[in-house]
């Protein structure tokens, strides 16, 4: 029988401490909810989801790192665990925005909100917590690493779960379907996102070394094309949304899932990922062209 050869380093080190404050707080955080039912309905549903995955996946990255058996998947670990550090940096994130906002909107009292305010709390540390691992394995100028912990790579991750946000509310009554301009600009969130995700998975599953072409180059290009693209949304998406109706209407004070909110929540992240892709585009050009091989 094989003997395992456990690393018991990787625990002690700093990125392994950091991981298991992950661990505590997503679990804490979701065992508070759950203890008092404090997550009816779909924006619940999505806090808890957020908890229970990074858990399971930050428990995973430490037992696979404990037994020593990362490094022998076929697959990038390094541009795995950056990725994955990334994404759940910005589901805490947004997760600790959503929860507090619903459930503890207009104050409350007794035990159930003493457990909502404290899995909030808890919340916020973990986003901390993962944020400081992002920080940590960030690769630092002149340093040979996986793409995805590169800041190019890091905004890969950011692009795409921006681009799912922008999804979620447009699901909202189909209003990417209302007129030529706004499905012009749901092509422009979907091919995006297509491509954006597709060089994550290649990174990860190590194929980018099998493309017929130049990756750093096609990097370039893609990115001048995502970004001439999402500043055609840009324009074209507030026009087609607010031209009949470019004031909130008073019943949106009263309605979780309304239009216009939607509506404008779209239009604030597409400036949000335009800008992303402009500091990739700097960053990816910087990289390739700027920066001297060691």
Not at 206 to 217: C, D, V
Request: glycine share 6%; hydrophobic share 50%; proline share 4%.
């Amino acid at each position: 029988m094989p003997v395992v050869d456990m690393n018991y380093h990787a625990m002690i080190a700093p990125l392994g401490i950091i991981r298991f404050f992950q661990i505590f707080l997503s679990c804490t955080a979701f065992s508070l909810v759950a203890s008092v039912n404090a997550y009816n309905g779909s924006y619940g549903a999505w806090c808890m989801f957020t908890w229970i995955f990074c858990f399971i996946v930050t428990v995973f990255i430490v037992l696979l790192e404990l037994i020593g058996v990362c490094h022998k998947l076929p697959i990038s670990w390094e541009d795995f665990t950056s990725a994955f550090s990334m994404l759940a940096t910005l589901m805490i994130f947004t997760t600790s925005i959503i929860y507090p906002s619903v459930y503890l909107k207009g104050g409350c009292s007794g035990h159930i909100c003493a457990c909502m305010g404290s899995a909030t709390a808890m919340s916020i540390l973990c986003f901390l917590a993962y944020a400081a691992e992002v920080g940590i394995t960030r690769a630092k100028p002149g340093e040979i690493s996986g793409f995805l912990s590169t800041i190019p790579g890091l905004l890969k991750v950011f692009e795409a779960y921006v681009a799912c946000l922008i999804f979620s509310l447009l699901d909202n009554g189909h209003l990417y379907n209302a007129d030529p301009g706004r499905q012009w600009c749901m092509a422009v969130y979907c091919i995006c996102f297509i491509i954006t995700t597709l060089i994550i998975f290649l990174t990860i599953g190590r194929l980018l070394a099998s493309l017929p072409f130049p990756f750093e180059k096609f990097l370039i290009g893609y990115n001048v094309l995502a970004v001439l693209m999402y500043l055609s949304a840009a324009i074209v998406w507030p026009i087609f949304s607010f031209r009949n109706n470019n004031s909130r209407p008073t019943q949106c004070d009263s309605v979780p899932t309304c239009t216009w909110n939607s509506l404008l929540g779209a239009t604030f992240l597409t400036y949000i990922n335009l800008i992303a892709y402009i500091i990739d585009l700097v960053y990816s050009t910087k990289m390739v062209f700027f920066t001297t091989p060691a």
